[in-house]
């Protein structure tokens, strides 16, 4: 069974630029999450991936916006970058039942300049 | 809205004493709750989760938390400390969606494990 996958690991940009941050959910998981993390600070909720639909969105603008493919995999991007933007962003992936925990991959690191 | 309190943001302990980290929700009814622990420059491994079977929950690594509905508490216990130990501990919340559908985890800041040698 192959976990969360996120690529890539290091990204660098510089205020206003745009980012594609990419992530394969687990075998047979049909939800997907995304979450940023800053330095010191626990996960914030982004959105959530349904079937190709948002289904859930935390307190984050509309420069962030993702999708989700047939397959499950995912996306996250960024537009106009701002320094505050500097984290790991997580992805995880689940079943879409109340009890199923959040499987997460290792993170892109992201940093804006 | 629901939250996530971790008391201590640091905790140093001996090898071999007992581990002890705190987690406080706010929640009218029983969320999901969940502890992760994150190694340096990793994502999150799920270490153990309630949902609403038994209060007591068993997890990896010798690893146990307490669903105690009165004190709105779910703390981290280990009898033992061992220094693979060390890592960053998040405490989180799912608060129960109607039809059975999945809401997103909500977070404490996080609890930084020290185990001295």
Request: net charge positive.
């Amino acid at each position: 069974e192959t976990g969360v996958t996120q690529s890539p690991t290091h990204l660098i940009k510089t205020r206003g630029q745009q980012v594609t941050l990419r992530c394969s959910s687990q075998s047979g998981h049909n939800t997907v999450s995304w979450y940023q993390q800053a330095l010191g600070q626990g996960p914030q909720f982004i959105f959530q991936y349904y079937r190709e639909e948002e289904n859930g969105r935390g307190n984050f603008p509309p420069r962030f916006s993702g999708l989700q493919f047939p397959n499950y995999s995912s996306e996250l991007n960024v537009n106009a970058l701002e320094l505050d933007d500097s984290a790991l962003y997580l992805c995880a992936s689940s079943l879409r039942t109340g009890g199923n925990e959040q499987f997460f991959g290792p993170g892109t690191r992201l940093t804006v300049l | 809205a629901q939250s996530v309190t971790q008391l201590g943001s640091h905790v140093s302990v001996s090898e071999g004493a007992l581990v002890l980290l705190r987690c406080n929700y706010s929640s009218s009814v029983p969320p999901y709750l969940f502890w992760y622990v994150q190694y340096p420059n990793q994502g999150l491994q799920l270490l153990l989760k309630y949902t609403s079977a038994a209060t007591l929950v068993k997890g990896i690594n010798g690893f146990e938390a307490e669903f105690k509905k009165s004190e709105t508490s779910f703390h981290l216990t280990k009898p033992s400390a061992h220094m693979s130990d060390a890592a960053e501990y998040f405490c989180a919340v799912r608060p129960y969606l109607s039809g059975g559908s999945q809401g997103n985890l909500i977070f404490g800041k996080g609890t930084k494990l020290s185990v001295k040698p």
